[in-house]
T-cell receptor, first 110, second 115 residues
Framework: QKEVEQNSGPLSVPEGAIASLNCTYS??????FFWYRQYSGKSPELIMF????GDKEDGRFTAQLNKASQYVSLLIRDSQPSDSATYLC??????????FGQGTRLTINP | GAGVSQSPRYKVTKRGQDVALRCDPI?????LYWYRQALGQGPEFLTY????????KSGLPNDRFSAERPEGSISTLTIQRTEQRDSAMYRC?????????????FGPGTRLTVL
């Protein structure tokens, strides 16, 4: 079992709809959870982080964390073509190390 | 510039040569991380520093890989006797805090190609 698992996609969503990205992790001791967006040929860009169970909203983005189920998700409302990218889930392991999933490729169709 | 910088952006070398990759973190960031990213995969942890002290090098693939951060700012990742399997994107990140919840910010990466 991989430490951090994501569906590699591609996930195709029509413009204006909600995109839902999911991630599961294996280390119950993980305390910090991050979502990075990576455009093709570019470096990962931090877009959301969540540390407590529940929802955290920032603009069109909502991160959801359920530690009991070891599950974290990212919702993107009113999806735009500019949201088309690979989304990487990252989970803390130990004090500072991050373990990344393989990423989900998201395509927003106009 | 306000972000993490890395140099060179591209490095092509012949098998058996040594290479040094440089990372300059965001000003004031005390922690610095090295990752390696293969195409179609997420970054894979290599090592990290708090100030000048290397805290964890468990991700370094073998003893050909080493890293240092002698003055607690700029860091160098050195690969000795490069092999074709070392070809990858090498990414550096930095964070403001030592522990607890620490958001990491990535640089543009160095694309290493070993011929």
């Amino acid at each position: 079992q991989k430490e951090v698992e994501q569906n590699s996609g591609p996930l195709s969503v029509p413009e204006g709809a909600i995109a839902s990205l999911n991630c599961t992790y294996s280390d119950r001791g993980s305390q910090s959870f991050f979502w990075y967006r990576q455009y093709s040929g570019k470096s990962p860009e931090l877009i959301m982080f969540i540390y407590s169970n529940g929802d955290k909203e920032d603009g069109r983005f909502t991160a959801q964390l359920n530690k009991a189920s070891q599950y974290v998700s990212l919702l993107i409302r009113d999806s735009q073509p500019s949201d088309s990218a690979t989304y990487l889930c990252a989970v803390s392991q130990g004090a500072q190390k991050l373990v990344f999933g393989q990423g989900t490729r998201l395509t927003i169709n106009p | 510039g306000a972000g993490v910088s890395q140099s060179p952006r591209y490095k092509v070398t012949k098998r058996g040569q040594d290479v040094a990759l440089r990372c300059d973190p965001i000003s004031g960031h005390v922690s610095l991380y090295w990752y390696r990213q293969a195409l179609g995969q997420g970054p894979e942890f290599l090592t990290y520093f708090n100030y000048e002290a290397q805290q964890d090098k468990s991700g370094l693939p073998n003893d050909r890989f080493s890293a240092e951060r002698p003055e607690g700012s700029i860091s160098t990742l050195t690969i000795q006797r490069t092999e074709q399997r070392d070809s990858a994107m090498y990414r550096c990140a930095s964070s403001r805090k030592l522990a607890g919840h620490n958001e990491q910010f990535f640089g543009p990466g160095t694309r290493l190609t070993v011929l």
